[in-house]
């Protein structure tokens, strides 16, 4: 698909459809924007603008305006979701270009243009935001060439990754709306596995439900071929799982309690825990997500509901522990409490008796402030 043709900033996006992604979206309401028409974009200069793209065939593509604070924050916006569409060296133009007006402007960016701009070297002679389409090979070279760069930001495997390496060596390949495919994450030896490991640990639940299980189950996988231990990563323990939850029954059941007045779609639960015996856990995990999402349950993920590979597939490592409010809460702290008293009389004793049966499920698909209860009861701070 030509780049004339892709959505990139926020007057190509027609439909909204990437406003509805924004994390910060409320944001734009403190940040003075002037909606430009089209004449008005049209009228612009180029430099007001964060990249200029002549094609091949010698139009012109005006991209990411930055003539105001509000643009340039929504510029900044759109590039984080948008800018794996772009070739590299357009990717890093369009960077410094939205960082250099946002600083201007005192708005935020983006983390993606942060990071972009701030691997910019001297070498990369960017002195405009012309970027010219077919000449990303020249780009490529100039980059694999300075020894500089290659040391402090990227290693031949690195460069290897980001053109050349197989998706089965990504730990996310994903399918955007248009068609194109979007893989997130590079393995090509055993260090990268392991900070994709590292990243996960740490950024597991800031995910997509279904990204996470494919993640984890990416990262064992590759893991296991190139004999890296994982073993001390609790999340990729926890979510690459592929054997049945067996406490999937109370997921199910909790699915009911969700839906008190839609008996069709208990009695789809209903023949779903009868049948999913003869299918495999990941199928029955697709098939409850499609489930969730026809029901709107999908609305309580992470907020009182497991998501649905985390209810359908084993998901509790040995050794469990979780950070809340900075101390580090173990099984051994979830099972005091539940031989307890108090969790009863705080959140009612149904809550307390399925609690006792499944602690650390329970626990892991609560909102924070209950979470942070149960912490201050095994500690005696409540």
Known sequence: MSLAAQVLDYYDDVNRTYIQKLASAKALTSVPMHELSPVEHSCLNDSSFGLIVLTKNASVLRRFPVNDPGNAWLSAQYFQNTHSKLAFPARFIAAKHIKEACDAYGVP?????GAYASRIDESDRIHSNLFQEGSEASWMLNKMANTELLAKQASAAEMDALINLPDAQFALVLKSGDGSTVRKYAMPDGSHVKRAAEYFDKYAMKMEPGHRHQFAASVQRRASELNVDVSGFNGIQKWASSSWNKHVDYHLEQRKS????????????????????????TQAAEALATFDRATGLDRYYDRGLQDPYASVMDKVATGWSAEVDGVTLTDADLTKVANGDKLGRYLGSSFAS?????????????????????????????
């Open 109 to 113: 960016t983006s983390s993606a243009v």
């Open 258 to 281: 969700l839906l008190p007045n839609n008996p069709d779609a208990k009695s789809v639960l209903a023949k779903f825990a009868e049948e999913m015996v003869d299918s495999e856990p």
């Open 354 to 382: 399925q609690f006792k049966k499944h602690a650390v499920e329970i626990f892991e698909s609560l909102p924070d402030p209950q979470k942070v209860l149960i912490k201050q009861i095994a500690f005696g701070e409540a």
